[in-house]
């Protein structure tokens, strides 16, 4: 689906909530203002099994190891989210990736509470992963890594997504419009289109 195809869809998901329908705003209707802000949201929200054309491998990324068993790596460009990430040696994966500054974070600089080989952590800081961690003298190798990124709405974004994406952007659009009620309405809708996936 193109992008003026979605922006369509939305104008139909505004006039079906409306009161005045879209009419009342004519060609002024500032729909891409927020449909990127809209499907970065969706992007974070929605089940990682929809989002194959948005998933990435980054096991190639650089590795900076650190002299405590902890390294860094760079994360793609556009991540929006982590799907999967495992060192060699670990026991298991990290599949969600925590904050700076959230409690998990503090721990890290513990050594008696941070993530190990049986339970890593995850740590994004801008647009690198910090990882704890292995033992010292380990090789810091990646062994799988998948992220989500930011797809522009468009030919290439999952198409299971739109109805959601549509309503989202809806009532982003609605509220700035100042027409409370129907932005209620079109974010119910955009709910419900998640709740289906």
């Known amino acids: 689906m193109t992008r003026d195809e979605i922006k369509l869809r939305v104008l139909q998901c505004v006039d079906e909530v409306s009161e005045d329908g879209v009419a009342n705003f004519g060609l002024d209707y500032p729909i891409d203002g927020f449909l990127d802000e809209a499907a970065r949201q969706v992007l974070c929200m929605a089940p990682l099994e929809v989002l194959a054309g948005a998933v990435v491998d980054f096991a190639s990324s650089p590795v900076m190891p650190l002299d405590d068993g902890s390294g860094i790596v760079a994360l793609p460009e556009g991540f929006v989210r982590l799907k999967t990430f495992r060192m060699k040696g670990w026991k298991r994966p990290v599949t969600t990736a925590y904050p700076v500054g959230s409690p998990v974070y503090f721990r890290q600089f513990n050594r008696c509470m941070r993530g190990g080989c049986a339970k890593p952590v995850a740590i994004i800081d801008g647009d690198t992963l910090c990882?704890?961690?292995?033992?010292?003298?380990?090789?810091?190798?990646v062994e799988s890594a998948e992220a989500v990124v930011f797809v522009t709405p468009g030919e290439r974004f999952p198409g299971k997504l739109v109805p959601s994406l549509a309503w989202l952007a809806a009532s982003k659009v609605l509220t700035v419009m100042n027409e409370s009620e129907a932005a209620a309405e079109a974010r119910a809708m955009y709910q419900e289109q998640m709740n289906l996936l």
């Open 131 to 141: 990882y704890f961690s292995l033992p010292r003298d380990a090789d810091h190798v």
